[in-house]
């Protein structure tokens, strides 16, 4: 019986507090009625209610429009990808 190699304990990562290290970090928020929002994150709270601004709109993958400011309600994501990220 070979002995493996211990590995460092994982820290478990809150999906919130992931969210809110990414504050100000370019961000992409897909809807689930499958609209994406793509800009930076200036906050979020608890209810995972996000903030961004020079977002723009993407439908199909298509730009639909550009907004200064948008607000996404929390229950209206179904995902959220921090673009530095990847």
Known sequence: ??????QPPQQTKRPLNVLQKATSKTVSVRLKNEIEYKGKMSNVDPYMNVILVDAEESE???KVANYGKVIIRGNNV?????????
């Open 1 to 6: 019986m070979s002995k493996q190699p211990s």
């Open 60 to 62: 199909n993958g298509k």
């Open 78 to 86: 179904l995902y959220v990808k921090i673009e530095d990220r990847l």
